[in-house]
């Protein structure tokens, strides 16, 4: 059971959470997502490397916050014909449930050897982390730190009118 509260927000009794009501589509719902500000956390490090990064468990929890605004993701495995070759590509799909509107993108598994399951497993986490990330707009913690943190040279501001002079 839900009641309205004077912000007209529409709250559930049982867990007093605010219940957001699906957007009316696509884009507005993903403007919606979009303004939360939602980040994934580097939770993951890589020893080659030696660094950090947002594992796909973290980058697939982040963008199921889009869930409260109707939008949900599937990420199948595709095979496309490109030129003489046939590749395998991770195909990641957002759908606006209230509406059924979608949209795809493709990115492409790449290893160095496709006749490896380790690392064809690899190739297609990694697709699946960058391509979910692309396609919702999500940085990482740091990249969202980053790029809050003030310009360490001066900015300069210019007029779309002096073309030319800039």
């Not at 095979?79 to 990115?107: F, N, W, Y």
Request: with cysteine.
């Amino acid at each position: 059971m839900t009641t309205k509260k004077e912000t007209k927000q529409m709250i559930d009794e049982k867990t007093d959470k605010v219940i957001t009501p699906p957007s009316k589509n696509f884009d507005e719902a993903m403007l919606a997502f979009q303004k939360l500000s939602i980040a994934a956390v580097k939770d993951s490090k890589n020893p080659y490397f030696k660094n950090s990064y947002a594992s796909l468990e973290e980058v697939m929890d982040a963008a199921r916050q889009a869930n409260q605004f109707g939008l949900y993701f599937a990420q199948p495995l595709q095979m496309i014909a490109l030129l003489d070759q046939v590749i395998q590509v991770v195909q990641t799909e957002i759908t606006h449930a209230p509406t059924g509107e979608k949209r795809t993108s493709q990115c492409p598994v790449r290893v160095a050897d496709p006749k490896n399951p380790q690392a064809m497993g690899s190739g297609i986490t990694y697709a699946k982390r960058y391509s979910l990330q692309a396609a919702f707009g999500l940085a990482t913690d740091d990249d969202a730190n980053e790029a809050t943190t003030k310009p360490k040279g001066k900015v300069q501001h210019i007029n779309p009118d002096d073309e030319g002079k800039w």
